[in-house]
């Protein structure tokens, strides 16, 4: 979160918002606008099995348009990717822990960081050229089915507003259908282990229908969603990457390097744990991007 | 300590060399996060333009963005 903290501060935000807004975000300094967004991404990151149509409708209720909302939900989807990636991984923070110790000294540093990112950094929008949405869907289309995935979620045909995303999204899916380094079968398996935790009903029952079609029982699958002991119904390895990938959906930032230490006492290299995580963090965004916007 | 390798830009070469120049072109510094991805340079690119893409591009105010990400990363108690 302080590495974030210093963007926002350096997007313009007063540092005594910004610590207001860590400390709680209910925080009285906020306008109406900026807590409806920060309502939404509170919702939508801890508790997507319960956003509903409503929950976007209030986003569009301080929003000018539906473009606006998709970029939102983007950047929700995206951080509760990115901060998968950095908790499962123990990515070290950007400010040095010995500047961490003391309120005031942290504080500074940070103002410091917030000043050398205005001075170097562009922080408003500006225009980035996509390719034409129909050929990308097209193009995910044929690579999800050619990789025996069944249908891409119900959410990207609604990306077609912001191309840029949808072109984003697509290299992210091309990219873990082509080289995940893990069977079909496992992929599917994470799919429907963390879709099923996020309630993301469309996407767990596609990766169900294709798993029952390889003969593939969801049972030890289900008791995992449910944080049951599987008894034994399943490898080592997949039983030990299954529960990882649901700490990395529930609370990655529990994860413990314990657990990796297992993982690769099976055999797996840091590609294929980086691929794992990327896996997981990835279903964790679709999964967010479908709720809200399918 | 991370829990897999992490390649420095500084002590990058070949593909990955290039991967981190790419992503120069667009971020003064090469985040941690992207770093992260050094064992796999193609991650270090999509990392980096989906940042970009994320964050800079659209009609939604940079404040707004930036608000979304620390609400997100506050209510995922995210570490980083």
């Known amino acids: ?294 | 300590m991370p829990r897999i390798r992490m390649i420095a830009p500084s002590r990058a070469s070949g593909e990955l060399a290039a991967a981190y120049r790419e992503v120069r072109e667009y971020m003064p510094r090469v985040g941690k996060l992207v770093q992260i991805c050094s064992v796999r340079p193609e991650w270090v690119r999509l990392t980096g333009s989906n940042m970009i893409f994320t964050m800079e591009a659209g009609t939604l105010p940079r404040l707004d963005k930036e608000l979304l990400a620390v609400a997100t990363s506050r209510a995922g108690r995210c570490r980083y």
């Open chain 1, 1 to 294: 979160m302080q590495a974030h903290s210093v963007f926002l501060q350096a997007a313009g935000m007063a540092a005594k918002t910004v610590h207001a807004l860590t400390e709680c975000p209910e925080t009285p300094e906020l306008t109406a606008r900026q807590a409806a967004l920060v309502t939404f991404a509170e919702k939508l990151t801890r508790s997507p099995q319960s956003v509903t149509a409503a929950d976007t409708d209030a986003l569009r209720g301080v929003l000018p348009d539906e473009g606006d909302v998709i970029e939102a939900a983007n950047v929700v989807a995206g951080f509760n990717f990115a901060n998968r990636v950095a908790d499962a991984l123990d990515v070290p923070c950007e400010v040095p822990t010995q500047f961490q110790r003391h309120r005031f000294t942290k504080h500074l540093v940070m103002s410091a960081m917030s000043w050398a990112i205005r001075k170097r950094m562009r922080l408003t929008n500006r225009m980035i050229g996509a390719t034409e949405p129909d050929r990308v869907l097209r193009d995910l289309d044929d690579a999800v089915r050619r990789a025996g995935m069944g249908r891409l979620p119900s959410y990207f045909q609604r990306l077609r507003l912001r191309p840029h995303i949808l072109e984003g999204q697509a290299a992210i899916c091309s990219s873990l259908l082509r080289d995940t380094g893990f069977p079909r079968a496992t992929v599917l398996r994470i799919s429907y282990v963390i879709s099923s935790l996020n309630r993301d009903d469309e996407s767990a029952q596609e990766s169900a229908y294709l798993l029952t079609g390889m003969r593939i029982t969801l049972q030890p699958l289900d008791a995992i969603v449910a944080g049951q002991p599987t008894n034994g119904g399943l490898p080592a390895l997949l039983h030990d990457a299954l529960w990882f990938v649901r700490d990395v959906t529930l609370h990655a930032e529990q994860t413990t390097d314990a657990q990796v230490h297992g993982l690769r006492d099976h055999g797996l290299t840091d590609v294929q744990v980086l691929n794992l995580v990327l896996l997981a963090a990835s279903c964790n965004a679709r999964n967010r991007l479908n709720r809200a916007l399918a």
